[in-house]
């Protein structure tokens, strides 16, 4: 199981002075010293942490995979096809909101999605949709021609008692269905240090991508010994 850590909030404590540091390709690499498999960043269309710069060092200089997180937009695609990134992972994205919200809506931009998924695989780039864990959802991504989903567990790992136990039941039917249709499967959003083992313990699952409670715990311990203790829960949950 692939850990794709996510530095875009490296890049968030960068930008709020303008400066240069800390330097989010730096985080990037030490994160790959820590045993990550995988770097993942969001470049936003109001570019308020990723900036352009950052993308492009990082695809020149990470020898993992690279995973692009972007909104399904004429500007963004451009650039995926420039820079030409291991994956992209096509994500909802409004300007007022503090993180992403809730997975694509499918229904409503199946048109605009599909059209940034078959430009963006045909340059040899494999698309993942961030998609809540409904049954339609994977369904609907397999319809616009994605080859994989990534399940939004924000839901799991906000609920609370007798509540989380059925989100996280959602989210393996989704897994499940995704898996039976041909779909490869990530996971991400909410996943910490406390509740990631009842996620890594779904069979199937491609990846997890975790980025704000790598880079909260990284504060106090450091970039390679965090990623380090959140590959360590993966591996337990696998080895048994």
Do not use: C, W
Request: charged share 30%.
């Amino acid at each position: 199981m692939l850990l794709g850590v996510n530095v875009d909030h490296v890049a968030t404590v960068r930008q709020a002075r303008g400066g240069i540091e800390p330097d989010p390709v730096e985080a990037a690499a030490r994160a790959i010293r820590g045993g990550a498999d995988g770097i993942t960043v969001h470049l936003r269309e109001d570019r308020r942490h990723i900036q352009d710069r950052d993308l492009k060092l990082l695809r020149k200089n990470t020898r993992v995979e690279l995973n692009l997180e972007m909104a399904a937009i004429n500007e963004m695609t451009d650039i995926a096809l420039k820079i030409k990134p291991d994956m992209v992972t096509l994500v909802p994205e409004k300007r007022a909101e503090l993180t992403t919200e809730g997975g694509l809506n499918l229904k409503r931009n199946s048109r605009q999605i599909m059209n940034a998924v078959r430009t963006i695989q045909e340059i040899g780039v494999p698309v993942s949709l961030f998609i809540n864990p409904s049954i339609a959802d994977v369904i609907a991504s397999k319809d616009v021609s994605a080859m994989m989903v990534e399940i939004h567990t924000g839901f799991y790992a906000n609920a609370r008692g007798k509540h989380r136990a059925k989100e996280i039941a959602k989210v393996k039917k989704a897994v499940k269905k995704a898996l039976d249709i041909g779909l490869e499967v990530n996971t991400g959003h909410g996943l910490d240090y406390s509740n990631v083992k009842s996620i890594a313990s779904i069979r199937g699952i491609r990846g997890l991508y975790i980025g704000h409670s790598i880079v909260s715990r990284a504060v106090f311990v450091g970039m390679e010994r965090a990623v380090r203790e959140m590959k360590k829960l993966i591996k337990e949950v696998k080895s048994r």
